[in-house]
């Protein structure tokens, strides 16, 4: 069955169980500019997206290919929520993350090819692309490696004493590992600037949360260790960025760490090489049909008569064009140097 | 009945204490569980209650008394009612007997250190040099990098408030605050991973594991996330930070606080593994550790915490990475070893010195990268070569060195080259059993001479 998203619940810690409530989620509001770039944003990935998994199937990307459709508007919202100076980290399933972060999609397509134009020179796959530039910190193949990681992230903007805060992503597979508490008992220890995003898209790899989660409402996980917790619709965009933008605040008022249950779904495989034979096609049908981050928007746009037919399937055009131009790249840009080999092992002193 | 108080054991390695202080004088009424004493113990000081009710009948060792053997006479608890007088049974100047009665195993105790002195050739002339602890190196190390960059702190647990496990975080607390000095929670996965981030994002932290043996918790956030984001990323994210802490056979701890890592952590591309012997090296290395970009493996020696080496008292000294030192020159057989086991190779050569062998000792200080140049010179010399491990045989840094040397200098060798190390068994508890474990003087003595074609099996 599928899981709809349900409405929005939080839980504040220290108080007795029966204070999980459910909130009125008010209807998040945004301007018509902003609902016209999240809109182009989740095409860009979902096409993006697309585009790799043609690839894949052509042998042009190797290994592992984790892709992110469906849950476009979770990181689509998160990141309209941030600001220069902020560090985001996320698991393997990286790619729109690395595009929401403004990365050039040619550099990161040739990263999946394997080429020396790639954002990691070739040498990093799919799964482990970084740019400082734009405070994206991995793309991290552990599972629930990366959630120490971005709490020292974090560790260094509290150190810094700038107001930046650290967007830890990860999915609800990595909840049951144990460096995730320990990573929030640090967190809410020194009062660390992390916003936990649990991006639960119902399935780690070909096991639902209720066959590996003893507690499923992921949101309550950080209540033993006094961090607040709030479940949203992640398909929806406007609800993430609203609950995006109260995270962001606490934090920089010094008042995180924060922990954000996404609830969404995954279109695709675990990965490319899934055949996701752990759930019905109905139930992949029936979120996609109802659920589904682009259309809701899509909807929107048109029934507000902000853009018509023609408008979105011009924009459908650009974009195609640009992940066109960006698989053109990736795969006429050449394989890394032999030499390449043995560089970047150690920083040179 | 008078009570007989004589100075507690209150670490595995501790062999002598310091009486910081009395906290009672002769004559005070004492109940169980009063404190009687501080006494400064190779990692701490602790406080000294009474078991037992009476009256403080007499004090034995002043305050402020250094080197106190464990087992030593200190202190006589009356019982209300007697005095010193009546008991005529205690001889109140028995030390050396007591010692003699309550001396630590063998295992235990650790000889002096041979003193290693660094080579004049890099230091400005008419240099000279503190006699300073291996503790008190690694300390001055990490506060002189701290007072030069702000962005360098250290975490671990019990580095602060505590003054560290090991005494070797000590007064870095006062000078530069909880901001920079971190105690973490016991939770290594975790405060590992924390500073991995921390480090990606500019910072250079230093993280204490009480042990090496608790970096286990964290080998995924040193392999994996440490050692290879540098290479994954193509050279954007750095991870400038050090691991440090005690490593090897402490003692009598048994086998889950016995064992040496450096090969494991030797195996990984990406990471610098460094494992110094003296004083001067511990300092120099752990600056340069430091200052380092890339993610560095400090390993430390419980067992030469407490040893006092010269160090150069100049400015900012340093130590490369990656820099063999041959510590003591000869022309009969090469020793090669690190950390502790260099103490071993140079007792070893000392004592063949008086039957003719004249032994050369390198000291390999960095384990990655290996400097093979500096042990490829020395068997061109000498054409034998023994290695020297405090630590297991299988897939050892010996094993390292033996197999490189036979690839790169087979035709300088005159015999095969011979790993001496501590047996292929998990540490004993048991004192006789742990010292069959650790590499012995006697086999040491044994391969040199089989190398040198000089008795044993030959």
């Known amino acids: 069955m599928a899981k709809k998203p349900s409405p929005r619940k939080s839980v504040k810690s220290g108080k007795p169980t029966a204070r999980r409530k459910n909130v009125k989620a008010k209807t998040p509001e945004a301007t018509n500019e902003e609902l016209i770039e999240y809109y182009k944003t989740m095409l860009m990935m979902r096409r993006f997206e697309e585009k790799a998994g043609q690839m894949y199937g052509m042998g042009l990307i190797g290994g592992f290919c984790h892709l992110y459709i469906g849950q476009e508007a979770v990181v689509t919202g998160i990141q309209a929520a941030l600001k220069d100076g902020d560090s985001i980290l996320t698991s393997y399933r990286d790619h729109a993350h690395m595009l929401a972060c403004g990365i050039d999609p040619k550099i990161i397509l040739a990263e999946l090819t394997g080429r020396a134009d790639g954002i990691s020179s070739g040498k990093g796959g799919s799964m482990h692309m970084f740019s400082v530039e734009k405070g994206f910190f991995g793309g991290h193949g552990i599972v629930g490696a990366q959630v120490p990681i971005g709490t020292g992230l974090a560790f260094a903007h509290k150190y810094r004493k700038s107001d930046n805060v650290s967007v830890t992503y990860f999915g609800d597979g990595a909840v049951n590992q144990g460096q995730v508490y ?17 991006e639960n898209n119902q399935y780690a790899m070909g096991t639902s949360l209720e066959r590996a989660s003893s507690e499923i409402e992921l949101y309550r996980r950080g209540e033993s260790f006094k961090i607040d917790g709030e479940m949203v619709d992640g398909m929806d965009v406007l609800a993430v960025k609203e609950a995006a933008d109260r995270a962001v605040a606490t934090c920089r008022q010094g008042k995180g760490p924060v922990l954000i249950e996404m609830k969404t779904y995954r279109y695709r495989g675990h990965s490319m090489s899934d055949p996701a034979k752990y759930r019905s096609k109905e139930e992949v049908s029936k979120m996609r049909s109802e659920s589904d981050p682009i259309d809701q ?12 037919e023609d408008q979105l399937k011009k924009i459908d055009k650009e974009i195609k064009a640009v992940v066109s131009e960006a698989a053109e790249f990736a795969q006429n840009s050449p394989e890394p140097d032999p030499s390449e080999l043995y560089t970047d092992i150690l920083v040179a002193e | 009945m008078s009570v007989e108080i004589l100075l507690p054991a209150m670490s595995p390695t501790m062999t002598e204490g310091t009486i910081a202080k009395w906290t009672v004088k002769e004559g005070d009424k004492l109940s169980a569980g009063d404190i009687i004493a501080e006494i400064e113990t190779d990692k701490a000081t602790m406080e000294l209650e009474t078991d037992e009710d009476g009256i403080m009948g007499k004090i034995l060792v002043a305050d402020g008394a250094e080197g106190i053997a464990v087992g030593t006479l200190i202190a006589i608890i009356l019982e209300e009612g007697e005095d010193l007088g009546t008991i005529s049974t205690i001889n109140l100047n028995p030390r050396e007997e007591r010692i003699a009665e309550n001396k630590p195993s063998e295992a235990q105790a650790v000889s002096a250190p041979i003193n290693i002195v660094p080579l004049q050739d890099d230091l400005p002339e008419g240099t000279t040099y503190n006699n300073i602890t291996v503790r008190e190196a690694l300390r001055d190390a990490m506060a002189e990098e701290m007072r030069l960059d702000d962005t360098v702190f250290v975490m671990g647990e019990e580095v602060a408030e505590y003054q560290g496990a090991y005494k070797v975080t000590q007064n870095l607390l006062a000078e530069f605050g909880s901001e920079r000095v971190i105690d973490t929670p016991i939770t290594e996965h975790g405060f590992t991973g924390l500073a991995v981030g921390a480090a990606m994002a500019g910072l250079k932290p230093i993280v204490e594991y009480m042990t090496f043996n608790f970096a286990m918790q964290a080998m995924d956030h040193i392999v994996n996330s440490a050692a290879k984001t540098n290479y994954m990323s193509g050279g954007q994210i750095r991870c400038p930070m050090v691991f440090r802490g005690p490593n090897g056979a402490a003692s009598r701890v048994g086998a889950q606080h016995s064992q040496n890592y450096a090969s494991w952590f030797a195996h990984i591309p990406g990471l610098i593994v460094i494992a110094p012997y003296s004083a001067a090296d511990c300092k120099g290395l752990l600056k340069s550790a430091i200052k380092s970009e890339n993610p560095v493996i400090f390993l430390e020696n419980e067992m030469v915490y407490g040893q006092s080496f010269d160090v150069p008292a100049v400015d900012d000294y340093t130590v490369p990475i990656g820099k063999a030192a041959v510590v003591r020159t000869g ?26 062998i ?42 390292e060195i033996s197999a490189r040397l036979m690839e790169d200098a087979f035709d300088y060798l005159d015999a095969p080259v011979i790993r001496v190390t501590n047996e292929d068994v998990p540490m004993p508890y048991a004192a006789n059993l742990e010292k069959l474990a650790v590499v012995s003087q006697e086999r040491i003595i044994k391969a040199i001479k089989s190398v040198c074609y000089k008795g044993g099996d030959q």
């Open chain 1, 182 to 198: 320990e990573s929030f008992n640090m967190a809410r220890l020194w009062n660390l600037p992390v916003i936990f995003i649990i």
């Open chain 1, 297 to 308: 928007i899509k909807r929107r746009l048109l029934d507000g008569k902000l853009l018509s």
């Open chain 2, 331 to 356: 022309s009969d057989v090469t020793l090669i070893s690190y950390s502790i086991g260099v103490k071993f190779a140079l007792e070893a050569a000392e004592k063949l010195a008086l039957e003719g």
């Open chain 2, 358 to 399: 004249d032994a050369e000792v390198v000291d390999l200080r960095t384990l990655r990268p290996l400097d093979m140049d500096t042990v490829i010179a020395s068997v061109q010399k000498t054409n034998r070569a023994v290695c020297i491990e405090e630590g297991w045989i299988s897939c050892s840094i010996s094993s």
